[in-house]
T-cell receptor, first 112, second 110 residues
């Protein structure tokens, strides 16, 4: 099946720990994105990548890091520097010939 | 900068028609998207408008007026499964980024 996968669906971590969220796609999309969604806030862009080995900060990149070593994979690390990490994290991908983005199922991160 | 406004919540009756409005102010515009998001799930693509006018796709239609910075999503013959949040998003010119509104939570009642 073609699509975008994120794992795990639910993740719990203690405060002060780094945590990495996975995102994999087999749609052959060049572009990949990470968003954060909080109640009443809408989706906010954390990082995006248009090509392997290159990525750019979005609107709320502080406290996060990413890598894009393979076209299919775009993992997001939530570091201990992120002041309020509890949120629903969504990964998306798209081609560079269209603006349409397709979303993975999301990971709900709770930091205790 | 980007500013996107849509109503926070709406309620409509099963079988009826509902219109969800979205207004935007942007420094660069490539098109406007509508996504549907059920609670706890990922957004799914509904429509993409680049040119002015109405695009119809089954029970859902989307309208765009670029000169007025205005779009709406029209849902006909509402069903209970249409209860969801509807997200308006603007594609930024010169990039592959989308800016999302805060979403409109639609509740369909019997």
């Amino acid at each position: 099946d073609g699509g975008i996968t994120q794992s795990p669906k639910y993740l719990f971590r203690k405060e002060g720990q780094n945590v990495t969220l996975s995102c994999e796609q087999n749609l052959n999309h060049d572009a990949m994105y990470w968003y954060r969604q909080d109640p009443g806030q809408g989706l906010r862009l954390i990082y995006y990548s248009q090509i392997v080995n290159d990525f750019q900060k979005g609107d709320i990149a502080e406290g996060y890091s990413v890598s894009r070593e393979k076209k299919e994979s775009f993992p997001l690390t939530v570091t201990s520097a992120q002041k309020n990490p509890t949120a629903f994290y969504l990964c998306a991908s798209g081609t560079t010939s269209t603006d349409t983005q397709y979303f993975g199922p999301g990971t709900r991160l709770t930091v205790l | 900068g980007q500013n996107i406004d849509q109503p926070t919540e709406m309620t409509a009756t099963e079988g009826a028609i509902v219109q969800i409005n979205c207004t935007y102010q942007t420094s660069g515009f490539n098109g406007l998207f509508w996504y549907q998001q059920h609670a706890g799930e990922a957004p799914t693509f509904l429509s993409y408008n680049v040119l002015d006018g109405l695009e119809e796709k089954g029970r859902f239609s989307s309208f765009l007026s670029r000169s007025k910075g205005y779009s709406y999503l029209l849902l006909k013959e509402l069903q209970m499964k249409d209860s969801a949040s509807y997200l308006c998003a603007v594609a930024r010119a010169g990039s592959y980024q989308l800016t999302f509104g805060k979403g409109t939570k639609l509740s369909v009642i019997p």
